[in-house]
């Protein structure tokens, strides 16, 4: 049962392919901490980076008191630049859920340029859907990540091509 849904659209000035190899295939536990160095410190993948695999986050000390983001892959499509996660720790407003997955889509969009889509679905612990301020919080974390590896990628346009 789903309590809730967020959809958010990403316009990001960056190829395709170079935004799903940074932040989402298998090779983001080399490229992430790079590209989003001072907000992810390190990150882990136990498992091929396919379905079943676990992913934990480390996020920097300085952000507060979420230190660990911790997700299970349930789908990959790299030819179609889909993947599906299971958060099963960290975030602001975990605390009030029951599940949390999330779907992000990296579409082509012209010359240079993508669409980060990202869809979250959950399950408060109570059933009901989550405080607005809320899902705005749930969704920015995705947003923030996306817009922190469009910055560095613009501006190292070499790397990672």
Same mark, same amino acid.
């Given at each position: 049962?789903?309590?809730?849904?967020?959809?958010?659209e990403?316009a990001v000035?960056?190829?395709a392919?170079?935004m799903?190899k940074?932040a989402?295939?298998?090779?983001k536990?080399a490229l992430l901490?790079k590209a989003?160095?001072?907000?992810v410190?390190a990150?882990?993948v136990d498992?091929?980076g396919?379905p079943g695999s676990?992913?934990?986050?480390?996020?920097?000390?300085?952000?507060g008191?979420n230190?660990?983001?911790?997700?299970r892959?349930?789908?990959?499509?790299a030819? +179609? @630049?889909?993947v599906?996660?299971? $958060?099963l720790?960290?975030?602001t !407003?975990?605390?009030? *859920?029951r599940? =949390?997955f999330? %779907?992000i889509r990296?579409?082509?969009?012209?010359?240079?340029a993508c669409?980060?889509?990202v869809?979250?679905?959950?399950e408060?612990l109570?059933?009901a859907p989550l405080?607005?301020?809320?899902? +705005? @919080?749930l969704?920015?974390g995705? $947003?923030?990540?996306?817009?922190? !590896?469009?910055a560095? *990628?613009v501006? =190292?346009?070499? %790397?990672?091509?």
């Amino acid at each position: 049962m789903v309590s809730g849904s967020i959809s958010e659209e990403i316009a990001v000035a960056v190829p395709a392919e170079r935004m799903w190899k940074v932040a989402f295939a298998e090779t983001k536990s080399a490229l992430l901490p790079k590209a989003c160095a001072g907000y992810v410190d390190a990150v882990e993948v136990d498992g091929d980076g396919g379905p079943g695999s676990v992913t934990t986050m480390k996020l920097n000390p300085s952000l507060g008191e979420n230190k660990t983001l911790k997700s299970r892959v349930v789908a990959l499509d790299a030819a +179609a @630049r889909v993947v599906r996660t299971e $958060v099963l720790q960290g975030g602001t !407003v975990s605390a009030q *859920l029951r599940t =949390h997955f999330a %779907e992000i889509r990296v579409e082509a969009a012209g010359e240079g340029a993508c669409v980060a889509k990202v869809k979250v679905d959950y399950e408060r612990l109570d059933g009901a859907p989550l405080a607005p301020e809320d899902e +705005a @919080r749930l969704a920015q974390g995705y $947003v923030r990540l996306v817009r922190m !590896v469009e910055a560095y *990628l613009v501006a =190292h346009p070499d %790397e990672f091509a």
